[in-house]
């Protein structure tokens, strides 16, 4: 399926069509940078051939002025390229952190929001600060809950909220009916008063 299909099914929903476009967008800077780093790490090599063929003639009394002229050149421009690759090679890994962190925290406030937590935003630091959720030394992304002993065990991310939903259902909307003495649900009728009927 293509992007543009993906786009057409989410029409209809800002929130998940925002969350799309950012992961399309980051996987798109991903494979530029990608690409510029191949042209680069291609270049680096062929640098380093020229150079080292120029070193030979230089060594064996064969270069010229111009030779190493060239050949303080293309160490100038190795230069150049190394830093080059290192440079990329650190948007790449940040863009790499940063989908992974959108994925994590995708199906965290997908799973809060299934269980109406009242702002699935918030639950998604908290249960990050209590190292619920992240990235193992695997770079693959891990969800807990804590079990009696206070111990971390694997679940899955609607499972670490379902846990964190029973351990602190403050953070979440109640379910059911409203009780008396509550507010009425938005957009109901009532009936005008009549101080009559309350003397």
Do not use: C, W, Y
């Not at 010229?64 to 303080?72: E, G, H, K, Q, R």
């Not at 630091?125 to 992304?141: R, T, Y």
């Not at 891990?142 to 065990?153: D, L, M, R, S, Y």
Request: aromatic share 4%; proline share 4%; no cysteine.
């Amino acid at each position: 399926m293509s992007n543009q299909d993906i786009i057409e099914i989410l029409k209809d929903k800002p929130e998940l069509l925002a969350e799309f476009t950012l992961l399309a967008d980051a996987a798109t800077a991903k494979g530029k940078v990608q690409e510029a780093n191949a042209a680069l790490i291609t270049e680096r090599d062929t640098l380093k051939s020229s150079i080292t063929a120029l070193k030979e003639k230089k060594a064996n009394g064969e270069a010229s002025p111009t030779d190493i002229a060239v050949l303080n050149s293309l160490k100038e421009r190795l230069d150049a390229v190394t830093t080059e690759v290192k440079t990329l090679k650190t948007e790449r890994d940040t863009a790499v952190a940063e989908s992974k962190q959108k994925d994590l925290k995708s199906a965290i406030i997908s799973a809060a929001a299934t269980h109406r937590a009242m702002n699935p935003e918030d639950l998604f630091i908290l249960m990050a600060g209590k190292k619920m959720i992240g990235h193992g030394e695997d770079g693959k992304p891990f969800f807990h809950k804590i079990n009696t002993e206070g111990a971390p065990v694997a679940v899955t991310a609607e499972e670490a909220v379902v846990a964190l939903k029973t351990s602190s259902p403050n953070l979440f909307a109640a379910s059911g009916t409203r009780g008396s003495g509550t507010n009425p649900a938005a957009g109901t009728a009532q009936p005008a008063f009549d101080a009559m009927k309350h003397l």
